[in-house]
């Protein structure tokens, strides 16, 4: 009895479904408007400005939400400058200490250990070669920052993983495992 009733289910299931189904016009949409999108007119004439359009581009020496403009060259000069005149701007406490070590946990362990001797898990398989330790390299935080920034010979930028305040938290960290070094 029960498979009876199953098989009527199913037979009218599929007669609502296909009998009002017409191949010559468009189906049925869900959710039209992802179909459909409202259109914005960007390029209206407008009277408040002097060209006539009301689309704009930004005014010279803006920046977007967020960035904060860096002074330095991509270039071994910008790194130098950096390297003696670039200071932190975030006090040195346990707070910024510890996202340091969470983010260079994330982005940087992999290459250059958690202890900072070169010795992460792509060093020990041998899968990227030439990672220093810390200990042998003369850097300053803004060294550290600058690299983080534009990258340096085989080391990428990280400037679109953190931003400027995680940038520094993260240099505060490195230069804490730099001490440790050499101890
Ligand atoms: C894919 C591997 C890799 C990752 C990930 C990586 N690095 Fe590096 N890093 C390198 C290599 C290779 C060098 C050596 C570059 C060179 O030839 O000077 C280097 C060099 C450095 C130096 C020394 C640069 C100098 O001034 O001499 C610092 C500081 C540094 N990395 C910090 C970091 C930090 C902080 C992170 C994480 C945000 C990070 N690195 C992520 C591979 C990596």
């Known amino acids: 009895m029960n498979r009876v009733i199953n098989y009527c289910f199913v037979i009218i299931t599929c007669l609502v479904m296909f009998s009002c189904f017409d191949p010559s016009k468009p189906n049925y949409q869900y959710f039209p408007n992802m179909y459909e999108s409202v259109g914005y007119e960007t390029y209206e004439e407008s009277s408040a400005f002097s060209n006539g359009i009301e689309a704009q581009l930004p005014v010279e020496g803006t920046i977007s939400r967020g960035w904060i403009p860096y002074e330095f060259q991509d270039s071994n000069e910008g ?29 940087c362990a992999v290459c250059h250990g958690s202890k900072g001797d070169g010795q992460g898990i792509l060093t020990k398989r041998e899968k990227f070669l030439g990672i220093p330790s810390y200990a042998d390299r003369d850097i300053t935080e803004g060294s550290v920052y600058h690299v983080l920034m534009y990258g340096r010979n085989l080391m990428g930028s990280h400037s679109s993983q953190v931003d400027a305040k995680e940038r520094w938290q993260i240099t505060q960290y490195v230069m804490s495992l730099r001490e440790n070094l050499v101890k």
């Open 79 to 107: 790194y130098d400058l950096a390297k003696t005149n670039l200071l932190s701007p975030l006090e040195k406490n346990e707070q910024n200490l510890s996202q340091g070590k969470e983010l260079y946990t994330i982005y």
